[in-house]
């Protein structure tokens, strides 16, 4: 099972420039969870904070109980190990081949047989769908292929809590549906905690348990993914729906006036440059029939069942709605995968 990572009031500052501050949250063991915010907002840093990349003036950062901010060297060395980070292009050595990229955590930090490494290096690659590509370069394949790879890369010491970083930067609106199925999938394989960090609405929407929000150097919410789906906080409503109507501006957060400006300009009728108002939860995406239950989401269940009453009514309210969904599809989800795959 997936460890749990917990950070109580981290700060970061570079100079004199505030990232963020007082940032308070939990991933549970073997749970999805998202971090959105506008860019800019310290995301990437947040991110590179928890593997000990970064270290925060305040607070603490505890992996599986241990706080990386004061442990040691040897300590933070074995702490890392428990990490597979998936960056945003891939990471990859542009002069190795894809099965020398993968197979690379592996001569480096164990004593493995090449016969071993070769038979994991295999594995990740089918689980990643890149069987046939293993002597390419990362210059001959596509961006999606290059996640991938970088994904295969991750999961090579078999991690117990993977970090991506903007799964979808540079793919398009198919291929990042493929890759969240994969992580889901992954997750439902090996139980890992996972962190995704990005501004794809859709993503946030359907993949994650849990979801967290980063704004004017504050963590604005995290929680189950109801309660910010179902937000009525300004910021949080703006950014789901993409709209230029809200406290988000193009490069700094707006100041009262400019937001009355704007709002006035939109009662006379200019478009807010959002799609249609997304209201409601889509249904999360689910394990691919034949994968193996998730178990973080039926721990996720009895641990949220058990803080439902301090949630907002809407989040109370679609979490009992997504339980009684779950027990009606869980029937289907049982069903043998060559049964269902005739449907
Ligand atoms: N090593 C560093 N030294 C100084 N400043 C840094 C460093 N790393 C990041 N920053 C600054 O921290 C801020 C947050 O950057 P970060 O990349 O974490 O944002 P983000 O939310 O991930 O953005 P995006 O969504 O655009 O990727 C930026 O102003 C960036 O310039």
């Given at each position: 099972m997936g460890v749990e990572?917990?950070?109580?009031?981290?700060?970061?500052?570079?100079?004199?420039?505030?990232?963020?501050?007082?940032?308070?949250l939990t991933?549970?063991?073997?749970?999805?969870?998202?971090?959105?915010?506008?860019?800019?907002?310290?995301?990437?840093?947040?991110?590179?904070?928890?593997i000990g990349l970064l270290r925060p003036e305040r607070g603490s950062i505890y992996i599986d109980g241990v706080d990386i901010t004061t442990c040691s060297n040897k300590q933070l060395y074995?702490?890392?190990?428990?990490?597979?980070?998936?960056?945003?292009?891939?990471a990859l050595f542009g002069s190795m081949t894809l099965f020398d990229n993968v197979a690379f955590p592996l001569r480096e930090h164990t004593k493995k047989s090449e016969s071993e490494i070769r038979q994991i290096v295999m594995e990740k690659l089918e689980l990643?769908?890149?069987?046939?590509?293993?002597?390419?370069?990362?210059?001959?394949?596509s961006g999606g292929m290059r996640k991938r790879a970088g994904l295969a890369r991750a999961l090579v010491l078999d991690p117990q809590i993977i970090l991506v970083d903007e799964p979808d930067s540079g793919l398009d609106p198919v291929r990042t549906s493929y890759l969240s199925q994969l992580l889901i999938d992954i997750n439902a394989q090996i139980d890992a905690t996972i962190l995704i960090v990005t501004h794809n609405i859709n993503l946030a929407r359907t993949v994650p348990d849990n979801i967290g929000m980063l704004f004017?150097?504050?963590?604005?919410?995290?929680?189950?993914?109801?309660?910010?789906?179902?937000?009525?906080?300004?910021?949080?409503?703006?950014?789901?729906?993409?709209?230029?109507?809200?406290?988000?501006?193009?490069?700094?957060?707006?100041?009262?006036?400019?937001?009355?400006?704007?709002?006035?300009?939109?009662?006379?009728?200019?478009?807010?440059?959002?799609?249609?108002?997304?209201?409601?939860?889509?249904?999360?995406?689910?394990?691919?029939?034949?994968?193996?239950?998730?178990?973080?989401?039926?721990?996720?269940?009895?641990?949220?069942?058990?803080?439902?009453?301090?949630?907002?009514?809407?989040?109370?309210?679609?979490?009992?709605?997504?339980?009684?969904?779950?027990e009606r599809t869980e029937v289907i989800d049982q069903y043998p995968a060559t049964a269902q795959s005739r449907y």
């Open positions: 990572v917990r950070t109580e009031g981290v700060t970061k500052s570079f100079g004199s420039q505030r990232i963020w501050q007082d940032v308070s991933l549970p063991s073997g749970e999805v969870s998202a971090l959105l915010g506008p860019s800019g907002t310290g995301k990437s840093v947040f991110l590179k904070s928890l074995d702490i890392r190990k428990l990490f597979g980070v998936l960056f945003q292009d891939g990643t769908g890149l069987i046939g590509a293993e002597g390419k370069l990362p210059g001959e394949i004017r150097r504050q963590l604005v919410m995290f929680g189950p993914r109801e309660v910010l789906l179902t937000s009525d906080e300004p910021v949080v409503k703006q950014f789901l729906n993409g709209r230029i109507i809200g406290p988000i501006g193009m490069s700094e957060e707006k100041d009262e006036t400019q937001m009355a400006r704007e709002q006035a300009m939109v009662d006379a009728g200019h478009h807010h440059g959002g799609a249609e108002e997304v209201e409601g939860i889509a249904p999360q995406m689910r394990a691919t029939p034949g994968m193996p239950v998730r178990q973080g989401m039926l721990r996720r269940r009895q641990r949220v069942q058990e803080i439902l009453h301090t949630l907002p009514p809407n989040a109370q309210t679609a979490i009992r709605n997504s339980f009684e969904d779950g």
